[in-house]
């Protein structure tokens, strides 16, 4: 049965769908059974994500056009086997409501062995930050795909 692993941010428009969209891809092009998703602890359902997102994206052949925002959702939770949150705050705001999951909850930087930073938000910065919170996350991908595997 493929792993359900989902990213968590605040918005779902920028940082959390840019890590759904890197997995997904390296993991169709490495033929890999997984099912990958985010959400916003803050978000609105239905949002599309940011211009910079995008951009950012295509150029690594990431397409997150069609992505729309949802909200966390208890359902979403339990219906994942790892939740992967961007920020330190984000993990912490997800256990202080559901405790049970803390075997399935981690930091991204922590699940990568890379230590505990978070991933900046690039929300309405330039797209080179974009790009550079995108090639953080691709790192961080690249470096736990053994644990992703398992």
Partial sequence: MPKKILFVCTGNTCRSPMAEGLLKKMAADNHWPVEVQSAGLAAFAGVPPAPEAVEACQEKGVDLSSHQTQPL?????????????????HKEMILKKMPALQEKVSLFSEFADVGTEDIDDPVGQSVEVYRK????????????VGKLKE
């Fill in 73 to 89: 959702s208890k359902t979403l939770v339990m219906d994942s086997d790892l939740i992967l949150t961007m920020t330190a705050k």
């Fill in 133 to 144: 919170v995108l090639g953080q996350m691709e790192g961080y991908i690249q470096k736990a």
